[in-house]
């Protein structure tokens, strides 16, 4: 697939956690076939283009220029991205089938979303982080925090797949508005066990590795490490990474007194703050704020055990098991990170054994591999989609069984299977045999038979592709499929419950058609009969369009099948009007989603008419299913 990645830093030109999971994300999509552009600013001081990934097309839009100031991020730069990842969206996203972006700072994401259409490419999210509004306040103030709280909640309200590392952040991003379920990625750590051999650790040194910016707080780390040296005088501390606050830290150092135990050693190679890991007492981070933690596994991978700090936001101490593989600070003053990191100094060689063995038992669900395999396999479900997208205006003839499938899902298709159940639930019997008229590709019917399994079901439907893919696809013990047109064949069926979707307005000899429905209906027998609604302005039009082009659609006229119903022997028990949102609604927003069910009934605004009807009783009887009367 053609794969485009978007994110403001790349690794090693910046270094982060978000950084190394786009890095390695990008090399292994690559590495696997796909051709992977990655879009990004450029960072390097003096540096005309951004560092480059083998098999990776890495194209740096605009200059950084100060990401930060005041100890915040600004907001030109995430701006300025924006607008040109936009530009180059609008002249090549026909280049792409997927455009996979973080979340923030929002402003690319914004533009892959308004040219998605355009483009027709998939857009994939993946959020770190997810702030709430009490945070977005304290981070920005009171007036540009509300703004950014309602970007961030526009973003969650986009139509995109999206991705969180946490728990936490997932069950943030459904509470800010996202429709669907987020994937939560299993683990982003690229590698596999290499703990330290004993004699190379260091029992005194304590290790930072990420970004010197305001919420990572290393000046509560330095203070909480100065008041641990109170106890054991022999512990170090070295602090790996770059950022505004560097300076600062810089600074509390010296005047601290602890210039000859603290090391600011700034920006380091990567496998050089790996092997500072590796030979680590511990490592220790205060940061406030975390999507995931990354630092905590690779820390893990190296048998060193972590402190991190309870909060809120931190999503860190889901990494972090008390006592098993490092110790979790109640709160950043210097007393508690003290206490924290002394419980682990003090436990040595125990707890690195204990981290050794958690590392171990969690391989699976912290290596990039799996995370991997869910993403390449939600590519090819994003492709199929857009496939099934391209056959918008066709009819269920022209439809592969394939397309028709996953074109009758969604939202739309969920509501009529949960109508079909409850009147299946108030009306069949253990024994009873279901039938579907016109059921195509059999997905629904499948779904049913697998809730009852004390029912028989049977598929019947015109279409021969759509049969041969049902039985291939759909067919289980109590679950079968016919090839019949009822209009002119009567199979040797009885059934106690039979429903249709969308069927009647394609038959054009409707009194024949219905007398076959009679045929292999029992006396008595529900038939629960789903069609168009050809009172809503949206039905009408869209049915009228397709009739213009010469497909196989009409209007349901339901004065028309209400008079054939009584001469074919059907009684009218129910009718009413059903279905507020349209077929190509895949998740209806949670904010209008309680209004379906009153708004529904009115007869503009529902979708389809739904009748509850009733086969009149005759002298005949029917016996049972496989013989006729």
Known sequence: MRVCLVYDHLFPDTIGGGERWFRDLAVELAAAGHDVTYLTMRHRRQATAPSQLPGVKVIGLTDAGRVYADERRTLGPPVRFGIAVGRHLARHGRRYDVVHTAAFPYFPLLAASVLRRRGGYAVVVDWFEVWTRG????YGGRLVGTVGWLVQRACARVPHRAHCLSRMHAARLVAEGYPGEPVVLPGIYEGGAAASDLSGVDSSLVVYAGRHVREKRIPELVRGFADARRRHPDLRLELYGDGPERAHVQSLVDRSGLDGNVLVAGPRKEEDVSTALGRAACLATASEREGYGLVVVEAAARGTPSVVVAGPENAATELVTEGVNGAIAASARAEDIAAAILRVVETGPALR??????????????QLDRSLELIKEEYETLQADASAAGSAGRTHFELTPAEYERRRRGHLGRRRQALVREAIAATARPGTLVLEIGSGSGEMLDNLAGDRP?????????DERMIEYARSRHARGNVHFELADLGSVRPALAADFAFSVDVLHHVHDLPSFLDGVRAVLRDGATWLVIEPN???????WSQSRMRRAGHDEDHFRPQRFE??????????????YAFLFPGWIEEAPRAVAWLEPPLERVR???GSVVYRLERRPTAASRTPYGTAA
Do not use: C, K, M, N
């Open 135 to 138: 945070y977005w306040r304290r």
């Open 604 to 606: 503009v605004l529902g």
């Open 353 to 366: 054994a204990s981290t050794e063995r958690w590392f171990d038992e969690h391989a699976d669900t912290l």
């Open 454 to 462: 004390d029912l028989d079901f049977v598929g019947l439907d015109v």
């Open 563 to 576: 008079r054939s119903l009584q001469r074919s022997g059907f009684d009218v028990i129910d009718r009413r």
């Open 534 to 540: 050809v009172w809503h302005p949206y039905i009408f």
